[in-house]
């Protein structure tokens, strides 16, 4: 199945500022942009992946900034080549258009996709046949995670199995793809890690092997990674356009203005400076190869309207020519439904919750869709996920979570599309109620999950299908040595109690050896697998649940090591928290290391890692502390500052999140610092602390891991704490203080 989806706005051009910038408002750390992708990318979409559909998106979806192109006309910029290599059949140039990347930066309505050729070859189908290969081999400057893209020509004779093999550090994954639809534009693969340079044993490979010969198979250029903005935008030459909402679009004419401008600002063109991921849909459509048409309604007055218009648009371009919309010029994709997904402002004065909200638009088109089907089914189908989102976040978070109702409005994302189509406002990001869960991640995975269950069900009806929602991730994950050289991994299977038919009935185990990728993986009907464990190397391990109705996510990852000559002697250092927590531990404490990366990211995690603690081991007691990194020996400096005024708010932050948690404060802040924030929240302050190894000892030390700050010895910090008002406890873990 195809589904059409993309995550409201991002970074635009504002000519009538002469300025990039991002459409919405930023306000709790985040902005509306960029905020609905931490729910689309890392959890909608692969959820939808491993159900089988295509999801099909008009703004890039890899973050890496990297971007390699590989084409048969030239490699702008990189040593990376395409080779052919004939058997039977011999490539040939294709008549037509194709892919060419000629500069950096492409301008007003500059077309990559016009502006190059194609590659061409008949298919073979029997086994003497000698298969012939076009080669895409890249030249990556770093090792990571690239997501790949191909690109070819749809010809009225194209084949439907075109086979790419993609050669990655997990190993070889193969896809075939239709060619008769989807062809001028990227088409995505999957994402897979790669070395840094070129290796002949990283590359994609496509064959014209296929189940019927004669047929074409046409090559055409391969992207890999996300990269960097690359359409460079300036003030139209015939002025620019007042900005209207999509909500007021229809039926009005957008105010026509000459822009005052300087002579400098003429031609003067110029890139978003962002990652392409960040920009809006207008762009990425562009890099693409769609129509200005489709992208540039306002032909290039206004990209604020453009941007909303085009996705609309777009769907019903990738639909054109096919079942689903047959009297439109597009790229013949059979798209089943189309998904906005945004978030909404407001705020509340007495910090109640806005909820969710559903937008769908039936007045259009005769109530019609392009293949006869009623506009009535964007209800049917609103009204499926919004339900699955509310009952889901009633049930595991919020039973005060308010549903907003369904509108039947012009909004220009729901009337355009002529697939079933809704506009989901899932939150109002100003809102401190709804955004208390809505930065929380795993509430993210839970709405993820309700909009997938809701397309799913709405899909599956449409096809007369019974739906089956792929498993929760396992559980409880284990790896023991069984042998001198074995090991078994176990884990137990997650139900899911909002939903029956999500039960796991296979199992993928995935592994990685050494700094390798994961592969492929190995499917098995239990809760258990047994392996070898070479000698030299560390091997890790993750599992997913299958049943019919696609994959779970992956679990976490175990990692198990053999040295050479090890006398079976064991060490296993795993879950470490949850085996204290299982053991009955009294006090479990946990910390942040501030000056490694942004400590915002770091504590939330660690918040919500205290939050699992204390649901799943409610009699532990629990502490955290937040040590800044201070000069030590060899000069290395921290690579993030945090201020006084950001350590104090922290810990407020914290005692308000957990009343009872004991926030301790080190000797690596200053003694006035620690005076006063005993008072105001830490509850245990160290003293007499030694950071050298054996520093404890009589004899002298030198080499401090960090500098103390609070020098004073315990008898002087108790007559501190003491001066204060406080009574000093030495020994707090008898159990009578908890109670």
């Not at 955004?435 to 069900?457: C, E, N």
């Not at 997650?494 to 199992?507: G, Q, R, S």
């Not at 109705?549 to 990852?557: D, K, L, M, N, R």
């Not at 937040?626 to 005692?655: W, Y």
Request: with cysteine; net charge negative; glycine share 8%.
């Amino acid at each position: 199945r195809h589904i059409a989806l993309w995550q409201s706005h991002g970074f635009y051009y504002e000519s009538k500022l002469t300025r990039w910038e991002w459409q919405r408002a930023r306000i709790f750390q985040t902005v509306e942009d960029l905020y609905t992708q931490s729910y689309v990318l890392p959890f909608l979409v692969p959820m939808l992946e491993n159900a089988g559909a295509n999801v099909l998106m008009p703004r890039e979806r890899d973050s890496q900034t990297t971007e390699i192109i590989i084409d048969n006309d030239g490699c702008l910029n990189s040593r990376s080549v395409y080779i052919e290599k004939s058997g039977d059949k011999n490539w040939v140039q294709g008549a037509g258009e194709g892919f060419a990347h000629l500069r950096n930066q492409y301008v007003d309505f500059e077309n990559p996709f016009r502006e190059g050729t194609f590659r061409a070859i008949e298919t073979v189908k029997g086994k003497k046949d000698k298969e012939s290969t076009a080669e895409w081999i890249p030249e990556l400057p770093a090792t990571g995670r690239y997501a790949v893209y191909v690109s070819y020509k749809s010809l009225p004779n194209s084949t439907d199995d075109a086979l790419y093999t993609v050669y990655h550090k997990g190993g070889v994954s193969q896809f075939k793809v239709n060619q008769q639809m989807g062809g001028g534009t990227w088409i995505y693969l999957g994402t897979f890690s790669f070395d840094a340079g070129k290796h002949d044993a990283y590359k994609v490979v496509l064959n014209n092997r296929s189940d019927k010969a004669g047929r074409i198979v046409t090559a055409d250029a391969i992207k890999i990674g996300g990269g960097m903005g690359n359409i460079a935008r300036c003030i139209s030459d015939e002025g620019a356009t007042e900005n209207i909402k999509s909500s007021q679009e229809s039926g009005k004419s957008a105010a026509n203005f000459q822009l005052p401008t300087l002579s400098s600002q003429l031609n003067n063109y110029e890139v978003s400076g962002y990652p392409r991921f960040c920009e809006a849909a207008r762009y990425w459509l562009q890099w693409a190869g769609i129509p200005d048409s489709v992208y540039s309604e306002s032909h290039g007055k206004n990209d604020y309207t453009d941007d909303y218009k085009s996705r609309g648009i777009w769907v019903n371009y990738l639909a054109g020519g096919s079942s689903v919309n047959p009297t439109e010029a597009g790229l013949n994709i059979p798209v089943d439904m189309a998904f906005a997904f945004h978030s909404d402002a407001g705020t509340t004065l007495n910090d109640s919750i806005i909820g969710t909200l559903g937008i769908y638009y039936t007045n259009a088109y005769n109530e019609e869709y392009a293949n006869g089907a009623s506009r009535y089914l964007s209800h049917d189908m609103t009204d499926l996920i919004q339900s699955n989102i509310v009952r889901d976040i009633r049930t595991l978070y919020e039973p005060n979570w308010t549903r907003r109702g369904m509108w039947n409005q012009s909004y220009y994302e729901a009337r355009v599309p002529r697939v079933p189509t809704m506009l989901l406002e899932l939150l109002s990001h100003q809102n401190f109620a709804d955004m208390r869960y809505g930065l929380d991640p795993r509430f993210r995975f839970t709405v993820s999950r309700a909009i997938y269950k809701g397309m799913l069900q709405f899909i599956c009806s449409q096809y007369h299908m019974d739906y089956i929602v792929q498993p929760l991730p396992v559980d409880n994950m284990a790896l023991r040595m069984v042998g001198e050289n074995e090991i078994e991994l176990t884990w137990q299977p997650v139900a899911d109690p909002l939903e029956p038919t999500a039960n796991a009935e296979k199992y993928i185990v995935y592994t990685r050896i050494g700094d390798g990728d994961f592969d492929n993986g190995v499917l098995v009907d239990k809760n258990t697998y047994r392996t070898v464990l070479p000698a030299g190397v560390v091997c890790s391990y993750k599992v997913t649940a299958v049943n019919k109705g696609g994959e779970s996510f992956p679990s976490e990852i175990l990692s198990a090591g053999r040295a050479f000559n090890s006398n079976n002697r064991l060490v296993i250092i795993v879950n470490g928290f949850d085996r204290m927590g299982q053991a009955g531990v009294h006090k479990i404490g946990m910390g942040v290391l501030i000056g490694l990366e942004d400590w915002r990211t770091d504590v939330t995690m660690m918040a919500i890692h205290l939050q699992y603690l204390r649901k799943h081991y409610w009699q532990t007691r629990y502490s955290v502390n937040f040590p800044r990194m201070r000069p030590s020996e060899g000069h290395f400096q921290p690579n993030v500052i945090m201020t006084d005024k950001e350590l104090a708010q922290l810990i407020f932050a914290f005692r308000i999140f957990d009343h009872d948690v004991d926030i301790s404060v080190s000797t690596r802040e200053n003694a006035k610092f620690r005076d006063h924030i005993a008072t105001l929240g830490a509850t245990s302050i160290s003293a007499g602390s030694k950071t050298d190894p054996g520093g404890y000892a009589t004899y002298p030390q030198a080499l401090e891991q960090f500098s103390v700050s609070d020098e004073r010895t315990p008898v002087e910090v108790e007559q501190a704490v003491k001066a204060m008002g406080y009574e000093v406890v030495w020994k707090d873990w008898d159990k009578i203080f908890d109670r």
